[in-house]
């Protein structure tokens, strides 16, 4: 390992020695890059245990009466499931796994601002991933990913344990944010200035203010939530004095927020993957750097949007109607930016920018039936029905999910120094996007036609869509499957990446892939932002960068 | 964390200014994020408080308004100790800075104390237990023993700093260290006025 790096590049500039052996480097790592990894593949394996659940809760939908499953057990899997894709994959995958390996990169930093504390919070993660499905074992938590007393309250001894797994994820979240947030306001390499940071890095300095603060008000809620179920002191028990609905303000006040957690990072994926594939400028980078901003922050003043028919005071309805349509705001504008970007560019259509492209379609469609359900006199109508089910998919699965996936197909010649199979790659597009249309569109008419979610038996009328669904969701599983393949074949046998496979232009992209344990030689120092393709790159000091190439993942 | 690569030999002292900042700001913001954890409570507790009930709750236990005020002067006093420990830092002066620090330490305890005899006696006097006084419990117990707990953890988080100190860790130039114990002993102090205020005043 050749490293002289001594300039006058200030806190950027120092550089921990790379540690020998695989524990430390490895299983232990205080690397950025290495922790990223880490947590994709840890969020990973739950995506498919996740995943099994939902075909489990799918299959017991195909009959009317059910019969597959008991209720209860039923119960117990579709809030597993919703607790694992929220807060042990899609949140995990966005913020500690691409968060944690990109931006660093991006902004010219060797590491974020406290790489033991990162080591921690991803530590964090897996027991409370093994604490959720050991829940299984004593009984899981059945009252939804939402866990609302009284109901919780009378939960198995699961519900106690679900508790203590998602405070601790929660827990690392707020670590990470508070990593993340001093990582970008510290650590910028010179001339990185606020508005030539990339999108992605944007998104993430957004995001992490949401973790650091709605996760903490979430932990409040759920060791509250504990402290009454194993001591018996009444928070939430309406017969002793607590107030269920305290439990709906203090989880809606994180979880509100926790959606933009969910899908802000997805906007910086998206944002980096369309100027690079069409080829332009992107549109309007500062609209859509401060859109974020706004969303963030009304993020913050609409959770009691969730508890329209939860018997809120009626002058409350109005002002929490109107804020949540504002969002719609500065969402249209993003949308707008990414469209026009697209516009009469150059389009390759690449495994990575088709799910950028089918991110924009279905999650414009879920921001659609949001503004809808914003509207009290139709969410009266809607709450607790389908509707719900298929607007919250079409953005976490159609936003979120598909933006991940575009990201995997994005970085992963980086990360890996190979790139993954093409041809597989738009199959498990075209599935994707199929699957999950067929999967989701139909529970729209479930809901208006009256289906409640969160039943294992359905009234005989909506068996016919209830089995398009189910048969189209493995039609999704089948595309994900696909995805992982991918991803674990091309390790060995895809075709060498080099350093830059998709002459994009942000930082990471200059520098090996997968790039040296130190991430620059030199840190370099950027003089104008990286979108403006046709003109030469903007940086300082890349020259000696390339010079030694790491060999990259599988090679012996 | 230092490197042996060829900074030169005040390598150290360069690491320590480039890292500096990066500490102040990474504790600030896990202030933050603590304010947050508390005013989630304090939410809590008012939102109970005005749910209808009353407070203290009909029939319930009596906070003793004397017992915390002047439990709460031992508090602000260990605030002012705090202070004069950090001043005295700075002008060089170790025997009178760990004297203070002592002092401060000393008065931790004594509000640990305090608040243990405030325990004991809503139990024996008003039987509020933990769990049977209804929302009382809820509120009281956890606000205030969350305060507590950050208290105990200051405690010992002063203890380090002293020793760490007298081991000869922090230079009378360097004591970023020691500023952030302060700061976090005042907020402490800080939340305790705010807790002061919702649970005997109002
Ligand atoms: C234009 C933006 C959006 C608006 C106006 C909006 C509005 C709403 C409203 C009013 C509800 C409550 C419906 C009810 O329970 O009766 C809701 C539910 C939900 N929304 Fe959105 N939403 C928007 C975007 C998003 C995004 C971006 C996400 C996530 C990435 C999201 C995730 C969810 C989830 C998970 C629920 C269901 C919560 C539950 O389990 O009950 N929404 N949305
Ligand atoms: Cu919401």
Redesign the pocket.
């Known amino acids: 390992m050749a490293v002289a790096a001594v300039h006058a590049g200030g806190i950027a500039d120092h550089i921990h020695p790379e540690p020998q052996g695989f524990v430390r480097k490895y299983l232990f790592s205080i690397d950025h890059k290495i922790i990223g990894i880490q947590y994709l593949i840890t969020a990973g394996v739950f995506l498919v245990l996740g995943g099994l659940l939902a075909e489990l809760i799918r299959v017991q939908l195909m009959n009317a009466n059910g019969g597959f499953m008991t209720p209860d057990t039923y119960n117990e899997v579709y809030s597993v499931h ?1 607790s694992t894709m929220v807060w042990l994959v899609i949140i995990p995958m966005l913020t500690g796994g691409f968060g944690n390996f990109v931006f660093p990169l991006q902004i010219g930093a060797r590491d974020v601002a406290f790489p033991w504390l990162n080591m921690l919070s991803f530590w964090l993660f897996p027991p409370a991933g093994l604490m959720l499905y050991g829940s299984f074992l004593m009984g899981a938590p059945a009252a ?3 866990e609302y007393p009284p109901m919780s309250l009378q939960g198995q001894a699961g519900t106690s344990m679900w508790c203590a797994a998602i405070f601790l994820v929660g827990v690392s979240s707020t670590l990470t944010g508070i990593n993340f947030l001093v990582t970008l306001l510290k650590m910028r390499a010179p001339g990185m200035t606020y508005t030539r940071m990339p999108l992605f890095c944007w998104a993430q300095f957004v995001t992490a203010p949401l973790l650091m603060i709605a996760t903490t008000a979430l932990g409040a809620a759920l060791a509250a939530l504990f402290i009454e179920r194993q001591f018996g002191v009444p928070f939430f028990d309406p017969t002793k004095g607590g107030s269920p609905l305290l439990w709906q303000h203090m989880f809606w006040f994180y ?1 509100h927020p926790a ?2 957690i ?2 802000l990072p997805v906007f910086g994926i998206v944002s980096e993957v369309f100027p690079t594939f069409a080829r332009k400028p992107i549109f309007g980078y500062k609209m859509i750097a401060f859109s974020s901003c706004s969303i963030a922050i009304l993020g913050f003043m609409v959770w009691a ?2 508890m ?2 939860s018997g809120m005071a009626p002058f409350l309805q109005l002002p929490f109607m109107v804020l ?2 504002l ?2 705001i500065p ?1 249209g504008i993003k949308i707008f930016s990414w469209v026009a970007t697209l516009w009469g560019g150059k389009i390759h259509f690449s495994t990575a920018m088709l799910f950028a492209i089918g991110f924009i379609a279905t999650f414009t469609l ?2 659609i039936t ?2 809808f ?2 509207a009290v006199p139709f ?1 009266l109508h ?3 029905t389908y509707f ?1 089910v298929a ?2 998919h079409y ?2 699965v159609g ?2 999910l598909m933006g991940i996936f575009s990201g995997i197909y994005f970085w992963y010649p980086k990360m890996t120094g190979r790139l993954m199979s093409e041809k597989l790659g738009k199959w498990s597009f075209w599935l994707f996007f199929i699957g999950f249309n067929g999967t989701f569109l139909p529970m729209h008419n479930m809901g208006l036609l009256g289906m409640p979610r969160r039943v294992a038996e359905y009234d005989p009328q909506f068996q016919t869509l209830n089995r398009i669904a189910s048969s189209f969701s493995f039609v999704m599983t089948i595309a994900i499957l696909l995805t992982i393949i991918n991803v674990l074949y091309s390790i060995k046998k895809g075709k060498r990446a080099g350093h830059n496979p998709w002459n994009a232009r942000t930082l990471e992209w200059q520098i090996p892939s997968p790039p040296h344990y130190y991430n620059f030689k030199h840190i370099p120092s950027v003089f104008a932002n990286p979108y403006d393709f046709n003109e030469p790159l903007p940086y300082r000091g890349l020259e000696e960068e390339l010079t030694d190439s790491p060999a990259p993942m599988g090679a012996h | 964390m230092s490197t042996p690569l060829t900074h030169g030999h005040d390598e150290a002292d360069q690491l320590y200014i480039e890292t500096r900042e990066l500490r102040v700001q990474g504790f600030l913001l896990f202030m933050v994020s603590d304010l947050v954890l508390f005013s989630s409570f304090i939410f809590a507790y008012l939102y109970l408080r005005n749910s209808g009930q009353g407070w203290p709750p009909a029939g319930g236990p009596h906070v003793d308004i004397w017992l915390a005020a002047m439990n709460s002067v031992v508090l602000f006093g260990s605030g002012a100790t705090m202070h004069f420990a950090l001043e005295n830092w700075k002008h060089r002066n170790f025997i009178k800075f760990a004297n203070w620090m002592m002092a401060t330490i000393v008065l931790g305890c004594l509000f640990l104390g305090g608040q243990g005899v405030e325990y004991v006696s809503l139990y024996t006097k008003d039987h509020a237990s933990w769990a049977g006084s209804g929302i009382f419990g809820a509120s009281f117990f956890t606000l205030t023993g969350m305060h507590g707990f950050h208290v105990f953890v200051g405690v010992i988080y002063l203890i380090t700093l002293l020793l760490q100190a007298t081991a000869g860790k922090y230079t009378f130039s360097r004591y970023t260290g020691l500023t952030l114990g302060t700061l976090y002993w005042h907020f402490v102090d800080v939340i305790w006025v705010v807790l002061f205020s919702i649970f005997y005043l109002l």
């Open positions: 919703g939804g990913w939402t979880s959606v933009y969910m899908i949007h969730h329209f028919t949540t349509m969002i719609a969402t879920g921001g949001g503004v359900l914003a969410d809607a709450h607790g719900i607007h919250l953005v976490l936003g979120s």
